[in-house]
């Protein structure tokens, strides 16, 4: 009987797996694609309305967001102690589909003029985000162990990348021909895709356990529906990784104000900053992609997690410094080339570093202290830097004032990422 012929070489080399390994790999790097496509296709709708409400109202928007994620995540808690977790993904991810239909029915009778409207979809499609995200990582961290995932996540984080690239085009190309209410029912479609993916993926780890996990992801997890939150306060692992992505949503919100100071000031025109804006997110999304697809999985077999933690806190830092520092002629392009430079190693280096960081945890963390962590600590990191920065700016403080406060922050943000990087390399994490 002739024999299968392996997959071609370059193939193996841009995924970074091994030939058993590569159906997971594609079927991972589908499943991103289409869920991150789904959602940048649902994104500019989000962000319209938004704009509908005012800039007054985006400090409550964020509000909003947070206290949802604070009765969501007893919900998702619950669910993790009924249901196995592999078979929960599907039935999530069918869930927000059921959601997507219900809007595209509000739409369609000219719900989209609503306030209420506005305010529903707007955090809605904020709190999907990030739980549909973090549940894919969860399922990330299940199907691999540490070794295989410092591989592959960097090509699984491209599928996310290109989906991000894929998700804007399809609005600009479909929003006159289907409208809002039709691109609801695409997204809809493209997270179909990524169900299918899952089911794929399930039946790859049927016939490929984990050699030190059998069974694992087959099973309900035991505790209260409080056991992530809990987990996440005796850890100080869990603190650390908590601690690494508040002070990286900090430093975020940071650069967002100054770039909000800074460019109206410089540059008047309404079309030529909307021609420098979508230059940079192409720059970024372009930069992320070719990261992600030839240089991670490289990176982090010469370097280690470690440093790639620490890159993008040094990076910050370098940043800041040079930001703070720079005269006004130049301080346009030292944000531009800064911001470009951080946004690429957060999506590329940083984010599949820091995922990799749960692959040492208990099955139990990696979803409910991971998903507690991704969600409300993420937002509760949005929302009080927002306020924390007005704040700041009402007592006086220009930009340049709040740019240099971030260069000590930076620096703990290095501290943090090092110390973190040297628990999870010990795998340390009580």
């Known amino acids: 009987m002739p024999q299968p012929e392996p997959p071609p070489a370059l193939l193996l080399r841009l995924t970074g ?72 993904l599907p039935w999530l991810y069918g869930f927000f589909i059921i959601n997507l239909f219900g809007f595209h029915e509000v739409l369609l009778f000219g719900g989209s003029q609503s306030a209420l409207v506005a305010k529903a979809f707007f955090v809605w499609v904020s709190v999907y985000n990030l739980f549909a995200i973090s549940l894919f990582w969860s399922l990330m961290a299940d199907l691999f162990e540490t070794e295989q ?114 460019v109206p000031r410089l540059i008047t025109d309404s079309a030529e900053r909307t021609r420098l804006l979508a230059g940079v997110d192409l720059a970024v999304n372009g930069l992320t992609l070719a990261v992600q697809l030839l240089a991670f999985g490289k990176l982090v077999q010469r370097v280690g997690v470690r440093w790639l933690l620490v890159a993008m806190p040094l990076v910050s830092l370098v940043g800041f410094v040079a930001l703070s520092a720079a005269p006004v002629g ?43 962590i991704d969600t409300l600590v993420h937002r509760s990191g949005d929302t009080t830097s927002a306020w924390l920065i007005t704040g700041l700016r009402s007592l006086g403080l220009g930009a340049t004032q709040l740019t240099w406060l971030a260069v000590p922050l930076s620096a703990l943000w290095c501290a943090v990422a090092w110390w973190l990087g040297g628990r999870a390399q010990r795998q340390l994490i009580d």
Request: proline share 5%.
């Open 149 to 262: 995932a410092e591989r592959l996540v960097g090509f699984i984080a491209a599928g996310g990348t290109a989906g991000a690239l894929t998700g804007p085009v399809l609005t600009l190309s479909l929003v006159g021909w289907l409208g809002p209410k039709g691109l609801v029912l695409v997204s809809a479609a493209l997270l179909g895709v990524s169900i299918v993916a899952i089911l794929f993926l399930r039946r790859w780890a049927a016939q490929h356990p984990r050699a030190a996990q059998p069974g694992h992801g087959e099973q309900p997890f035991e505790g209260s529906v409080w056991s992530g939150l809990r987990d996440l306060l005796r850890s100080r692992y869990l603190l650390g990784i908590s601690a690494f992505l508040l002070l990286y949503s900090l430093l975020s919100t940071f650069l967002y104000f100054t770039q909000a100071d800074l």
């Open 17 to 88: 797996a091994r030939p058993d390994e590569l159906p997971a790999a594609l079927g991972s790097f589908v499943c991103f694609f289409a869920l991150l496509a789904g959602y940048y296709v649902l994104r500019p709708l989000r962000d319209e309305m938004a704009l509908q409400l005012g800039p007054n109202a985006l400090q409550q928007l964020f509000t909003a967001v947070f206290l949802t994620m604070l009765a969501v995540v007893p919900v998702f808690g619950w669910l993790t102690r009924r249901f196995a977790r592999k078979q929960l």
């Open 330 to 372: 130049a301080a346009l392009a030292v944000l531009v080339a800064f911001g470009i430079v951080r946004r690429a190693g957060e999506y590329a280096i940083s984010k599949p570093a820091r995922e990799t960081l749960f692959n040492v945890l208990p099955a139990e963390q990696q979803y409910r202290a991971k998903n507690a």
